[in-house]
């Protein structure tokens, strides 16, 4: 009797210091989280803080707290005397340029993603890297050698030109998340299509494209964002009545430092997040990707 109590008392210690070092383990691993998660949140809280100062420059921990820095956001949205021109026009640019450089994007992305997917030809390789390139090259030579060669050719108007600037760093990403997609789909499904008698083209719209389509509204974000958030080559190509967000951004911080562009930041984030539980409400973002599961 006396020996199994003992190799009990033995398992409960071992069992407990088991308990000590999971719990320990557990500690450390959600005090680890909770600083990544301060690294990563923390800009954005200084940003929201400091977008309600009452002073005339930016300063953290804001001394005094104040609505004014809103009031001439709202200002500069209207265009009142005064205020600095041009935020308005600036966003209606970046979006309605986004949404051009989405659609255009997915379309070229998809049929370019489809075809190195399905076709095999000697030079399949070479054009998947050619497709690719704009993510290696740096932004800077892409944007300069854009400007150079509109330039010389004297083709297209501004617009365009900063329309195809952003469609080409944009459809990569489109390619890429795509090209993930029909990597995963069931092949199967066409076959069965096109058993049935559905030709190449009805099989691609009603087979293909429903089973790719979390890679396609990937690639339609992944586009928009990049185009809504571009510099580089924005800041090449654009002209004085088209100038995109970020130009006008730069423009501005380029003149002084001013707690306007922190209450201009958080107006841009609620009305990202604005925009997401829109879609979410009216459309289902998340049945969306979970139609390809």
């Known amino acids: 009797m006396a020996a199994t109590s003992q190799i009990a008392l033995g398992r409960t210690v071992a069992v407990r210091k088991r308990r000590r070092r999971v719990d320990i383990a557990g500690i450390v691993m959600w005090g680890f989280a909770g600083l990544v998660f301060l690294f990563l949140l ?10 309600f100062t009452a002073t005339q420059t930016v300063e953290f921990p804001p001394q005094g707290l104040s609505l004014r820095w809103y009031g001439a956001l709202i200002d500069t949205l209207r265009g009142q005397p005064g205020a600095r021109p041009g935020l308005t026009n600036s966003l209606w640019v970046s979006t309605w340029l986004g949404i051009l450089v989405a659609a ?12 190195l997917h399905k076709f095999k030809f000697w030079s399949k390789d070479l ?3 050619l497709f690719l390139l704009p993510l290696t090259f740096p932004q800077l030579v892409i944007g300069i050698g854009l400007l150079l060669f509109f330039s010389e050719m004297r083709i297209f108007d501004r617009f365009t030109r900063l329309l195809i600037g952003h469609v080409v760093i944009a459809v990569p990403y489109v390619i890429l998340t795509v090209g993930a997609s029909l990597r995963v789909y069931e092949e199967d499904v066409e076959e069965a299509a096109r058993s049935l008698g559905a030709n190449a083209i009805q099989t691609f719209w009603h087979i293909t494209l429903p089973l790719i389509r979390p890679g396609i509204i990937a690639g339609l974000v992944f586009a928009f964002i990049t185009s809504f958030t571009q510099f580089t080559i924005s800041y090449f190509l654009f002209s004085g009545q088209n100038i995109p967000l970020p130009i006008w951004l730069y423009d501005f911080i380029s003149h002084g430092h001013n707690p306007l562009l ?3 930041s958080v107006f841009l984030i609620t009305l990202t997040f604005v925009v997401v539980f829109a879609l979410e409400r009216l459309i289902g973002v998340r049945r969306i990707f979970n139609s390809g599961d």
């Open 104 to 115: 255009i994007s997915v379309v070229c992305g998809v049929l370019a993603a489809v075809a």
């Open 127 to 129: 054009f998947n890297n």
């Open 42 to 51: 923390g800009p954005l809280l200084i940003l929201l803080l400091t977008s």
């Open 262 to 264: 922190a209450s201009i």
